[in-house]
C-alpha cells in the first residue's frame, strides 16, 4: 500500500470521526425545557398559559357539560358527545369528557412547574414570587376542585368523603398517580386557596385577586356545606366594594369587564374564548341550536311569568330556545361573580338560620334587577326556609348556562335531600364522567362505574 | 457492474506473483506472439476489449474483437475484461511458438445469477451466510402492479406483501418476518444503488383516506434486481435500521454494444369486489322495522327528510316520497379504470463506459371515478472507467407522480357509497324545491347536498365533480461513486448521494360545496424532504494460500436528512390556483404556516470480515457502530454485530450423493436495531406561541412534551439456521430456514395518564418475539419441448408482544382501530367486546364478560383479545409452462390464519342510523325463536347496550377469518420468432390479470386489505383492518415488448 493510498484510507476514516458535530439537531420553532425557563417573565408566561387553559375549560365547555349533567338543558340535537354526557353514559372514549380532564391537568402541571422553579430563576423578587405561587396555587385549586367536582361523587358522598376523586398533582412529576380521596382533593384545594387569598395582589389586571380567592373559597365551603365559613367569605368580597351588581342582566360583556366579575374569562377581538357559547347556545344564528333549555327548566321559569327579566333569556316552544347570548359573537364569561356572592350568602345564612335580614337584602337585591325595584321582593320576615327556597330559585336562574345548577342539588342530595335528575337518583353512577382514557393506560387506576343513570 | 467481478479473482493474487517471478527467469528469452479473438457468449466479437499481460503489457481488441500481443517465451497471466461482462483470467507459457487464445466473456447478467447484492458489494451466492431472497427485473415487471413493492407479493419467502386498495397511488405493507416495532416506523430499509432513500408515508397524514406512497417514483422497468435481506447476517451491515429487513434495490446499468428497449402496455381495471349496499325500498323497510321495534308507531322518520317529532302525517308523506328515488352510490362511484404506460430504454457499452437510459410514462386510473395516479420518470446510469484503476458510476431518477386525488373510504368517495349515502338520496334535484313561501331554494339540476354527523358536506358525485384535488411528487434519487483500486483486490470507495422529494397537493374547495359562501377555499400544502448520503469504504480480498481467502471491508457512512414544508390558505377564491395563480391574487384571505423543521442525521462505521476455507466453509462477522441524532448523548451510539457461518457439505469429498446434488447449512445471529421514532421525541420541548397566541393580550408559554434523554435504540437479536438443498442436479432446489427474533427496548409512544400534564411519551418499553420456518421451492418440472417450473414459498411466523412494563393494554393504540398491546398476543391485536350470539327470545346481542359468562350489558371493562391481523402462513406458489413461443404463467398467492376487524360493519350492520346497511343485514332476528347472525333491529344504541350516543358496535361479531387464496397473476405470452439478422429481438405479447379471483369465506369486500393509516405505530398496530376501504382492483392488460 504505497503513502498515497495510506493518505486518503486515513483522511476517510478519521475524517469522519471527529464528527459527533453532526448528530446535533435541536427542534426549531420551540424551546428547548432547559432553556424555557430563565427569568421571571418565563414564569409569567408560564402562569398567563395556564389562564389560557383555563379559558379553554370555562369559555363554555365546562358550564355546558356540567349544564347537560343537570336538569336545565334538554337532550342535544344531534351532538354524540353531547348526547352522552346528557344520558350520563360517558365512557373513555367519548371525546369531550376526556379532553375537559386533560386540561385541567395541563393546568394543574403547569402551575405546579411555576411553583417548582423559582428557585432556578435568578433575581426572582420575593414580592413576585410570593405572587406567582398564589396565582399557581390559585390556578392548580380551580382545576382539582374543577375536575372533583365533574369525575367524582360529591362532597358528603362518603361520612368521611374517603370515596374516590381524582388524582390530587402537587409536584410535576410523571408519575402514574391512583385517586386521591375526595377529602384529600378538598383539603388541598383549600390549603391552595387560603394560600392565594393571604397572598395574592388586591389588584392584578384580569387575573387572580385575593378577593377572587375569597370568592372561590366562598363557593368551595358552600359546597362543603360548610355555610358558616362561605358566607364569612362570601361577606367578604360583597363588604370590600369592590365589586357591584350590574344594573342589567347581562353579565356576558363584549370588551369590558362586568362590575360584578370577580373573575372571569377574557375574550378579545382576535381571541374569542367563548365561542362555545357561541356556537351551541345562540338561538339566533340557528334555526336548529345545538342546545336548549330542557323544559323542565322552562317550566321553572315561566313560574315567575314575563315580569321577570330573565324570562327573556329563552324562547318556549317543542325546544326553549336559549337567547341568553344572542347577538354575540364573543364576550367576558364570568365565573366567579356578585351575584354568585350574594346568593352563597344568602343560603348559607337562611341554611344557618342567622342575620336572615342580610340574607333577605342579597335576594331583594338581586330580584329588584330582575323585577324591578320593589317588585317581587322577598318579605322581611321570612323564615329561614322561606329564605333557602328563595335563594335555590334565584340561584338556579341566575346561573342558568354556568353550569352550577347541578352541583349543588349534589350536594343537597349528599346531605340526605331526595334528589332526583331527570328521573335518576343523584348518585347514579354516571352522573360523575368517565376518565380520559389515558389515565387508563398504567395498571390500577380505578375508573367510574357507568350508566345507570337512564 | 463489471467490478463486481474482481471478486471473481480469487487466485489473482497469488498467480500475481507467480507471473511475475517467472517474467523475471525468463526475461532474456526472444519475444513471441500471443494473438487471438475476444467474443461474448454469443460468439460475437468484442470490438474494444482489454486484454492486459502480466499487469502491464495490455491492448485493447479490435473491431473484429482480435488482439495480437508480443510476449517472451515462458508463463504469462492475461486478463481479459469489457465492462459489463465478467473478466477472465488466463496462464500460459508460451515456447518458442506463437500461441492462440481465444476467449469468451460471460455478460454480467450472468454474473448477476450468480452472485447477490449485499449491503455494501456483492457476494457469491455459494458464499452468502445470512437469509437474503433475490427477486429479479422479469419477476417484477411481469405482474402489473402500480408501484414495484406490490410485486414483491408472493415472490419470497417470509416477506409478507399487502397490496394496497383500489386508491391509485396508495403504498402496499411491507413485512420482513413479521413486526418487530410498535411505535417506530416497522418497514424494511429501502435502499437504491446503495442510498438508503426516504421513506416518509405520512407526508400529508392519512388526508383523504390515503397515505403517500414513497416508492411510487420508481420506475419498476429501471430495475435490474431486487434483494431482501432477512436476517442479523444479511442486515447487521445496516446495524441501526436493519431490524425489520433491508430492501436492495438495484437498478439496470449499460452493457456492451447498444440496444434499446421498449415496452408498452394498455388495460383496464375494475374493483376486485363490490359492495351490496341496500337499495331504497330494502333499506326503508328495515328502518321501519327498527322504528317499530323501538315502539314507534306510523311512519319512520328519515334523516334529511323528517325528524323524529315530526307529526306522523309528514313521516308518512316523506317515507312515500323517498320511494320514488332510488340511487345505486356503489355505481356512481366506480368505474372502469384506463390504464397504459410506456417504457423506453437504451443501453450502450464502450471501452471506457457505458449507460443505461430510460424514460417511461406510466397512466393508471383506478376503478374509483376521477381517481389516477400518473408517473413520468427518467433515469440515466452512467459508469465510465477513466484508468484501470479509476472507476466513475453516476446514476440519477427524476420521476413525477401526479395523483388526480378523490375522496375516499371514511373521507367520502365510494366511502360515503357505502356509509352515509342512502338511497333515496338523489344524486341532483329532479325538479326545483321550493320553501313554504314560495322561493325556489334549490333549482333543478342542482346537487343534493347533505351532512354527516361530523358536519361534513357530502354527496359523492358533487365532491368529486366539483372538488379540485391534485398531488404531486417529484422526485430525484441520484448518486455518485468513485472507486480506485491502488493495488489488485482492494478497492476504496467514496459514495455521495441525494434523495428529493417534494410532495405538493393543492385543493380546491368550491362554494357550491358549502352553505356559508359563494365562492371557494384553496388549500396548497408542500413538503420537502431532502436526504443526504455520503459514504466511504475499503475492501480488500487477500487469498491466504490456494484453500483460504479473506475478505474485509471497513467503511463509514453519514445521512442525514431534512424535512420541512408550508401550507397557504386562500379564502374566497372562484377556481383551484393551482391551475391558475391569478386565481389566488384575488384571495379574501391568505394564510400562511410554517411547517416546524425536522432533521436528524446517521453516522456509522462498519466493517465486515469473511473467511472461506476450501471454497465450502464460509465464515462471517460484521459490526457496525450507529450514532443518531435522535437519541441524547448517553445512548446515541448503538452497537450491532453479526457472525456467521456457512458449509457447503456437498463439496465434502466424502459427500456422495446422486440424488443430493447441492447441500450447503448456515447460521447466523446477531443485533439490529430500530431509530425510526420522530426526530426530536427526546427533548422536552416548550412553545413560546409566536405563532401570536396570547391571553388577555399577554404572551404565554408553556410546555410541549417531557423530555426522556435516555430515550434509545430499539433492539433486535436474531439467530437464523437454514438448509439448502438441490436434488437431482439442482432440478429442485430448496431452502429451509428458522429463525428467532427477540426485540428489546421497544419504542412505543405510551399513552400516559393525563393527569401528569402530557398524554403521550415516548419510551423503550416493550419486548417483541418473532419466530418462524421459512420454506423456498424450486422444480423445473419437465424440461425439453414443454418447460414447467414451480415456485413454491410458504412462511410462518408466530409473533408475541411479550412485555409492555405496567402499561396496560390502552396503553398504545392503532388510531381509531382498536388494536392494542396486549400481553402474549401478537402487536396488532384486535381488543373488544366479545360476542357471543343473538338471544333467540328476545333478539338482543349476548357478550361474553372476562369470566366467560353471558351476559347483555355492553361495556368497555369486558374487552378482550378477540383476534389478530397477523397471518399463521403466507405464501405464493406460481407455475409457468413454456411451449415453444408460448408461456402460461399463473402465481397465487395466500395467508391463512389471519383475522380482519371488517371497522365499518359495526355501522353498515350495526345499530340503524343514517348509514345505509349491506345486504347481509337482511339475516335478522325478527321475532322470538329466530336464529339470527345479526339482531333485532334498533334505531337506539341502547338497545344493544351501547353507551347513548355511541352506535359504534364495537364487538368480536365484525372479526372474521380473513385467509385467502388469491390468483395474483396470470399471464399469457408469446415470444415473435424472429431471425438473429432481425433489427427487433426479444418481441413478446402477452395479456395479463391480476386478481382474477380470490377464495376466501371473509364476507366483507376484499381480505386483504391495507387501509389509510394515522402514523407509523397504526401502520404497525392495524394489519387486516378495513374502514370504508375500497377493494383492490382486477386488472386486465396487453403488454408488448422488444428489443432492438
Given at each position: 500500500m504505497n503513502i498515497k493510498t495510506s493518505f486518503l484510507l486515513a483522511t476517510l476514516a478519521l475524517g469522519m470521526a471527529s464528527c459527533d458535530g453532526l448528530l446535533e439537531f435541536e427542534p426549531g420553532d420551540v424551546i428547548l425545557a432547559e432553556d424555557a425557563i430563565q427569568n421571571a417573565d418565563d414564569l409569567q408566561r408560564l402562569l398567563v398559559s395556564n389562564y389560557d387553559v383555563l379559558a379553554n375549560l370555562y369559555g363554555g365547555r365546562v358550564q355546558i357539560v356540567n349544564e347537560l349533567r343537570g336538569p336545565n338543558f334538554g337532550a342535544p340535537d344531534n351532538s354524540l358527545d353531547f348526547t352522552a354526557v346528557y344520558n350520563r353514559e360517558t365512557t373513555f372514549f367519548t371525546g369531550i369528557n376526556g379532553g375537559i380532564y386533560t386540561d385541567f391537568y395541563y393546568a394543574i402541571y403547569r402551575s405546579n412547574v411555576v411553583i417548582d422553579n423559582f428557585n432556578i430563576v435568578e433575581n426572582l423578587d420575593e414580592s413576585d414570587r410570593i405572587r406567582l405561587e398564589a396565582e399557581a396555587r390559585f390556578i392548580r385549586a380551580l382545576c382539582h376542585w374543577g375536575a372533583v367536582k365533574m369525575y367524582a361523587k360529591p362532597f358528603g358522598y362518603t361520612p368521611n368523603n374517603d370515596h374516590a376523586g381524582v388524582p390530587l398533582r402537587i409536584a410535576p412529576n410523571q408519575d402514574p398517580l391512583p385517586r386521591a380521596t375526595v377529602g384529600e382533593v378538598y383539603e388541598q384545594v383549600l390549603i391552595d386557596l387560603a394560600y392565594a387569598a393571604d397572598n395574592l395582589p388586591a389588584e392584578n389586571g384580569?387575573?387572580?385577586?385575593?378577593?377572587?380567592?375569597?370568592?372561590?373559597?366562598?363557593?368551595?365551603?358552600?359546597?362543603?356545606?360548610?355555610?358558616?365559613?362561605?358566607?364569612?367569605y362570601a361577606a367578604n368580597v360583597i363588604n370590600s366594594g369592590v365589586y357591584t351588581l350590574d344594573e342589567d342582566l347581562d353579565r356576558y360583556e363584549t370588551d369590558i369587564i362586568n362590575p360584578e366579575t370577580i373573575f372571569g374569562i377574557i375574550s378579545q377581538p382576535n381571541d374569542f374564548r367563548s365561542s362555545w357559547y357561541r356556537d351551541n347556545l345562540r338561538s339566533d344564528n340557528t334555526a336548529n341550536p345545538q342546545l336548549a333549555f330542557s323544559n323542565d327548566f322552562a317550566f321553572f321559569m315561566s313560574l315567575s311569568g314575563a315580569a321577570d327579566g330573565r324570562s327573556a333569556w329563552y324562547t318556549p316552544g317543542s325546544r326553549a330556545l336559549i337567547n341568553r347570548f344572542n347577538e354575540k359573537e364573543y364576550f367576558n364569561v364570568p365565573l366567579a361573580h356578585l351575584t354568585l356572592m350574594h346568593l352563597i350568602r344568602a343560603e348559607c345564612l337562611g341554611e344557618l338560620n342567622q342575620n336572615l335580614t342580610t340574607a333577605i337584602a342579597d335576594l331583594n337585591a338581586i330580584r329588584a334587577r330582575a323585577y324591578g325595584i320593589g317588585n317581587n321582593e322577598l318579605m322581611g320576615d321570612a323564615t329561614a326556609a322561606e329564605v333557602v327556597q328563595a335563594a335555590r330559585e334565584e340561584y338556579r336562574k341566575e346561573t342558568a348556562c354556568e353550569g352550577m345548577w347541578v352541583e349543588q342539588l349534589l350536594r343537597r342530595g349528599a346531605n340526605g335531600e331526595s334528589i332526583t335528575i331527570r328521573g335518576a337518583s343523584w348518585d347514579c353512577p354516571g352522573m360523575s364522567l368517565q376518565f380520559s382514557n389515558s389515565e387508563t393506560t398504567v395498571q390500577g387506576f380505578e375508573l367510574n362505574e357507568e350508566g345507570g343513570c337512564l | 457492474?463489471?467490478?463486481?467481478?474482481?471478486?471473481?479473482?480469487?487466485?489473482?493474487?497469488?498467480?500475481?506473483?507467480?507471473?511475475?517471478?517467472s517474467l523475471f527467469l525468463l526475461n532474456s528469452v526472444d519475444a513471441q506472439k500471443l494473438y487471438g479473438t475476444v467474443r461474448d457468449a454469443s460468439g460475437a466479437p468484442l470490438p474494444g476489449a482489454s486484454v492486459v499481460a502480466d499487469g502491464n503489457n495490455g491492448q485493447f481488441t479490435d473491431a473484429e474483437g482480435k488482439y495480437s500481443l508480443n510476449l517472451t517465451a515462458g508463463s504469462h497471466r492475461v486478463v481479459f475484461s469489457y465492462i459489463g461482462y465478467v473478466a477472465r483470467t488466463q496462464s500460459i507459457t508460451l515456447t518458442v511458438d506463437d500461441e492462440v487464445l481465444n476467449i469468451a466473456l460471460a455478460e454480467d447478467a450472468v454474473l448477476i445469477e450468480d452472485v447477490v447484492v449485499v449491503g455494501y458489494g456483492v457476494q457469491r451466492k455459494k458464499e452468502v451466510t445470512g437469509s437474503i431472497a433475490q427477486v429479479d427485473a422479469k419477476q417484477i415487471t411481469g405482474v402489473q402492479t402500480p408501484s414495484f413493492e406490490a410485486a414483491l407479493q408472493g415472490q419470497a419467502a417470509g416477506v409478507q406483501v399487502s397490496q394496497s386498495s383500489g386508491v391509485a397511488g396508495a403504498p402496499s405493507l411491507i413485512r420482513v418476518r413479521g413486526?418487530?416495532?410498535?411505535?417506530?416506523?416497522?418497514?424494511?430499509?429501502y435502499v437504491v444503488d446503495g442510498i438508503p432513500i426516504t421513506q416518509e408515508y405520512f407526508l400529508r397524514g392519512n388526508s383523504g383516506a390515503l397515505n403517500n406512497n414513497p416508492l411510487a417514483a420508481i420506475n419498476p422497468n429501471d430495475i435490474q434486481s431486487v434483494e431482501i435481506l432477512k436476517d442479523a447476517a444479511a442486515t447487521g451491515i445496516y446495524g441501526s435500521r436493519g431490524a425489520n429487513g433491508v430492501i436492495l434495490i438495484t437498478t439496470k446499468r449499460g452493457q456492451k454494444g447498444t440496444s434499446f428497449e421498449f415496452s408498452t402496455r394498455t388495460g383496464i381495471g375494475t374493483p376486485a369486489t363490490r359492495p351490496n349496499m341496500m337499495d331504497t325500498e330494502t333499506y326503508l323497510a328495515l328502518r321501519q322495522e327498527a322504528w317499530e321495534n323501538d315502539g314507534g308507531t306510523g311512519y319512520v322518520w328519515l334523516p334529511n327528510m323528517t325528524s323524529a317529532s315530526d307529526n306522523a302525517a309528514t313521516r308518512q308523506e316523506a317515507y312515500q316520497r323517498a320511494l320514488l328515488t332510488n340511487t345505486d352510490w356503489v355505481d356512481e362511484t366506480i368505474g372502469v379504470g384506463v390504464k397504459n404506460a410506456v417504457n423506453f430504454g437504451v443501453r450502450h457499452g464502450a471501452e471506457r463506459y457505458n449507460f443505461y437510459a430510460g424514460v417511461s410514462k406510466d397512466n393508471n386510473e383506478s376503478y374509483l371515478r376521477g381517481?389516477?395516479?400518473?408517473?413520468?420518470?427518467?433515469?440515466?446510469?452512467?459508469d465510465w472507467k477513466p484508468t484501470q484503476k479509476t472507476k466513475l458510476l453516476l446514476s440519477t431518477s427524476l420521476s413525477r407522480g401526479e395523483n388526480n386525488r378523490i375522496d375516499a373510504a371514511w373521507s367520502g368517495g365510494l366511502g360515503d357509497a357505502m356509509a352515509n349515502a342512502l338511497p333515496y338520496y338523489p344524486v341532483q334535484y329532479a325538479e326545483d324545491q321550493v320553501d313554504a313561501n314560495g322561493n325556489v331554494t334549490n333549482q333543478a339540476g342542482e346537487y343534493f347536498l347533505w351532512f354527516d354527523e361530523w358536519g361534513g358536506t357530502k354527496n359523492p358525485v358533487a365532491v368529486r365533480e366539483l372538488k379540485k384535488w391534485?398531488?404531486?411528487?417529484?422526485?430525484?434519487?441520484?448518486?455518485?461513486?468513485?472507486?480506485?483500486?491502488?493495488?489488485?483486490?482492494?478497492?476504496?470507495?467514496?459514495?455521495?448521494?441525494?434523495?428529493?422529494?417534494?410532495?405538493?397537493?393543492?385543493?380546491?374547495?368550491?362554494?357550491?360545496?358549502?352553505?356559508?359562501?359563494?365562492?371557494?377555499?384553496?388549500?396548497?400544502?408542500?413538503?420537502?424532504?431532502?436526504?443526504w448520503n455520503y459514504s466511504a469504504t475499503a475492501d480488500y480480498h487477500l487469498d491466504l494460500d490456494d484453500k483460504q481467502a479473506v475478505n474485509f471491508l471497513l467503511g463509514t457512512e453519514f445521512q442525514r436528512t431534512d424535512n420541512y414544508g408550508y401550507g397557504l390558505?386562500?379564502?374566497?377564491?372562484?377556481?383551484?390556483?393551482?391551475?391558475?395563480d391569478s386565481l389566488s391574487q384575488d384571495a379574501d384571505s391568505v394564510n400562511t404556516r410554517i411547517n416546524t423543521p425536522s432533521q436528524h442525521s446517521f453516522l456509522s462505521y462498519f466493517g465486515r470480515f469473511n473467511y472461506s476455507l476450501n471454497d465450502r466453509y464460509f465464515f462471517q462477522a460484521t459490526a457496525r457502530i450507529d450514532g443518531s441524532s435522535r437519541f441524547g448523548r448517553e445512548s446515541r451510539y448503538g452497537f450491532f454485530p453479526s457472525v456467521s457461518a456457512g458449509w457447503v457439505v456437498s463439496d465434502e469429498a466424502w459427500f456422495q450423493s446422486e440424488t443430493i446434488s447441492f447441500l450447503k447449512v448456515r447460521s447466523s445471529m446477531g443485533l439490529t436495531g430500530n431509530a425510526a421514532l420522530p426526530d426530536y421525541a427526546r427533548f422536552g420541548t416548550y412553545s413560546a406561541a409566536d405563532n401570536g397566541t396570547t391571553y388577555a393580550g399577554d404572551s404565554i408559554l408553556y410546555p410541549l412534551q417531557p423530555e426522556n434523554p435516555t430515550l434509545r435504540w430499539e433492539t433486535s437479536r436474531t439467530v437464523d439456521a437454514s438448509v439448502e438443498v438441490g436434488l437431482w442436479s439442482d432440478r429442485v432446489t430448496m431452502e429451509l430456514a428458522g429463525y428467532h427474533k427477540y426485540s428489546t427496548d421497544v419504542l412505543m409512544n405510551v399513552s400516559t395518564p393525563a393527569s401528569t400534564g402530557f398524554t403521550n411519551f415516548w419510551d423503550n418499553v416493550g419486548t417483541i418475539l418473532n419466530r418462524g420456518v421459512e420454506l423456498s421451492i424450486k422444480s423445473r418440472n419437465t424440461v425439453g419441448e414443454v418447460k414447467w417450473t414451480t415456485d413454491l414459498n410458504v412462511a410462518r411466523n408466530y409473533n408475541e408482544l411479550v412485555n409492555i412494563g405496567d402499561y396496560t393494554p390502552d396503553a398504545v393504540s392503532g388510531g381509531t382501530n382498536d388494536s392494542r398491546v396486549i400481553v402474549g398476543r401478537p402487536v396488532g391485536s384486535f381488543y373488544l367486546v366479545e360476542h357471543?350470539?343473538?338471544?333467540?327470545?328476545?333478539?338482543?346481542?349476548?357478550?361474553?364478560?372476562?369470566?366467560?359468562?353471558?351476559?347483555?350489558?355492553?361495556?368497555?371493562?369486558?374487552?378482550?383479545?378477540?383476534?389478530d391481523g397477523l397471518p399463521e402462513f403466507i405464501g405464493g406458489f406460481n407455475n409457468t409452462v413454456t411451449y415453444k413461443n408460448w408461456d402460461l404463467s399463473a402465481l397465487a398467492t395466500f395467508s391463512v390464519g389471519a383475522k380482519i376487524f371488517d371497522s365499518s360493519a359495526k355501522r353498515q350492520l350495526g345499530v340503524v342510523t343514517g348509514w345505509n346497511m349491506r345486504t347481509e343485514k337482511l339475516d335478522r332476528w325478527r321475532?322470538?325463536?329466530?336464529?339470527?347472525?345479526?339482531?333485532r333491529l334498533t334505531l337506539d344504541e341502547t338497545t344493544y347496550s351501547l353507551p347513548s350516543g355511541f352506535p359504534w358496535w364495537n364487538t368480536s361479531l365484525f372479526i372474521y377469518d380473513a385467509s385467502y387464496l388469491r390468483l395474483r397473476n396470470l399471464t399469457i405470452g408469446y415470444n415473435i420468432p424472429l431471425d438473429a439478422a432481425s433489427t427487433l429481438q426479444n418481441c413478446r405479447i402477452s395479456i395479463n390479470a391480476t386478481n382474477l379471483f380470490t377464495l376466501t369465506n371473509f364476507p366483507g369486500l376484499d381480505p386483504e386489505v391495507v387501509r389509510d393509516f394515522e402514523n407509523a405505530q397504526d401502520r404497525n398496530m392495524s394489519p387486516n383492518v378495513t374502514y370504508l376501504t375500497p377493494p383492490q382492483e382486477r386488472a386486465f392488460t396487453l403488454s408488448v415488448s422488444t428489443n432492438f
Open positions: 384580569p387575573y387572580a385577586t385575593r378577593l377572587a380567592a375569597e370568592a372561590y373559597l366562598a363557593q368551595v365551603h358552600f359546597l362543603m356545606s360548610d355555610f358558616e365559613e362561605a358566607a364569612n | 457492474m463489471a467490478y463486481f467481478a474482481k471478486h471473481n479473482f480469487i487466485p489473482m493474487f497469488r498467480l500475481h506473483l507467480v507471473a511475475c517471478f413486526v418487530a416495532s410498535v411505535s417506530a416506523a416497522g418497514d424494511p430499509l381517481n389516477s395516479y400518473d408517473r413520468t420518470s427518467a433515469r440515466v446510469n452512467f391534485k398531488t404531486t411528487e417529484d422526485r430525484s434519487i441520484s448518486n455518485a461513486q468513485l472507486i480506485y483500486s491502488p493495488l489488485q483486490n482492494l478497492n476504496l470507495k467514496v459514495s455521495g448521494g441525494f434523495d428529493y422529494l417534494h410532495l405538493k397537493e393543492d385543493v380546491f374547495n368550491p362554494g357550491a360545496l358549502s352553505i356559508n359562501t359563494d365562492l371557494g377555499s384553496a388549500s396548497r400544502y408542500a413538503n420537502y424532504v431532502l436526504n390558505f386562500y379564502g374566497q377564491v372562484e377556481g383551484p390556483i393551482f391551475e391558475s357471543s350470539h343473538v338471544d333467540p327470545e328476545s333478539g338482543l346481542p349476548v357478550y361474553i364478560d372476562l369470566e366467560g359468562e353471558e351476559t347483555f350489558d355492553y361495556n368497555n371493562d369486558i374487552r378482550k383479545y378477540v383476534g321475532q322470538p325463536g329466530d336464529e339470527a347472525t345479526y339482531p
